[in-house]
């Protein structure tokens, strides 16, 4: 223990007086830098959907992303995330659509990058589930999810996101292996600089609910996630998962979810000194989100939520609150 005095000689509501004290001697904060804000994209023109129990949150077609992203970069928000809401025809068994060069997520990235070049950080999910018309992250054989076979089919959707000038891929299907196998693809075909994000610590969660019904995976999913994304039961299996990462080939690793996850954000940035991202999720912000329109707690309660991911350690978070917490703080 580094405390030296004891009471009265130390006193430690004395840093405490004054707002300027406590801003001081704060240990931790947060800013607008550490924020990644999430974008829903769906087909269409001049569309800004609602989405179910994720107030505030909308889907937006192509043409009206700026509505979002100039408040990204207004707040100096580093980085968006891109996510596909795929017109159930589009979608089938093995998830072919993720490997058009022309889908939704193609374009977006296209799109963004033409018009705000690299001001703003793209990065995107690999993952075949806003594409599976079963809702899994992978390929599908009698109920089984194929790890090997599934790895294949993400690596090419990492390399058509890295040609189509995604800065940051990030694999949300927790299959083994596919961190080496990417970034060994995309070394080859020359995309050294693009950034590999694993979702290295993916719990199977309860809290994903909203975001499923956000992409339209959610009346799809046949069975849960239990057999490729963590046991919630876990700390030190994240270990395990990060490291074999980290050898793979991983810049940043996330956790996720969030809140309920803090002591494994703090595990791993412990444990391994390096990038570490959490994911506040949708059921998060539902959560957080109703009890405010309601009058039960107010919006202090996010910056209270996201600096606490602060303490534990991560670098940035990912959350739904990323644009109205910055124009918040700011
Ligand atoms: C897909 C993916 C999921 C989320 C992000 N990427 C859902 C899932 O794994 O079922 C959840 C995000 C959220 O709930 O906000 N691989």
């Not at 977006?108 to 070049?117: E, L, S, T």
């Not at 995107?124 to 599908?140: E, K, W």
């Not at 790895?151 to 800065?167: F, H, N, R």
């Not at 060994?184 to 719990?203: E, F, H, T, W």
Request: with cysteine; proline share 4%.
């Amino acid at each position: 223990m580094i405390i030296t005095g004891k009471y009265p000689n130390l006193r430690l509501r004395r840093n405490r007086k004054a707002d300027w004290s406590r801003r001081l001697t704060q240990e931790s904060s947060l800013s607008s830098n550490d924020l990644i804000l999430p974008i829903f994209i769906v087909d269409g023109k001049k569309k800004k959907q609602k989405i179910k129990n994720m107030p505030e949150v909308y889907r937006y077609s192509i043409d009206n992303i700026p509505l979002i992203l100039d408040k990204a970069l207004n707040y100096k928000i580093p980085m968006v995330a891109i996510f596909p809401y795929t017109n159930p025809k589009l979608k089938n068994n093995s998830g072919s659509e993720a490997l058009n060069e022309n889908n939704l997520v193609c374009r977006a990235i296209r799109y963004i990058k033409k018009k705000y070049k690299n001001k703003i950080g793209i990065m995107c999910d690999v993952a075949l589930d806003p594409y599976t018309s079963h809702g899994h992250d992978g390929l599908i054989k009698k109920n089984e999810i194929l790890n090997d076979e599934t790895v294949e089919v993400l690596v090419k959707q990492s390399l058509l996101q890295a040609e189509m000038g995604c800065d940051v891929i990030a694999p949300s299907d927790m299959m083994d292996g596919r961190i080496g196998k990417i970034r060994k693809a995309l070394d080859k075909k020359n995309y050294k600089n693009v950034q590999i994000l694993s979702y290295a610590v993916k719990y199977a969660s309860s809290f994903y609910g909203p975001f499923r019904e956000a992409v339209g995976s959610k009346g799809m999913l046949k069975g849960d996630k239990k057999t490729y994304q963590m046991d919630y039961r876990n700390g030190i299996e994240a270990l395990r998962e990060v490291s074999l990462d980290i050898k793979e080939g991983a810049d940043m690793v996330m956790v996720k979810p969030g809140l309920p996850y803090l002591d494994i954000i703090k595990m791993v940035k412990e444990n391994f000194k390096i990038p570490v991202f959490a994911y506040q999720v949708s059921g998060e912000y539902s959560l957080l989100m109703n009890g405010i329109k309601k009058g039960i707690i107010n919006e202090n309660c996010v910056i209270e939520s996201l600096t606490a991911f602060k303490r534990a350690g991560a670098n940035a978070i990912v959350t739904y609150y990323a644009d109205k917490v910055a124009k918040l703080i700011k």
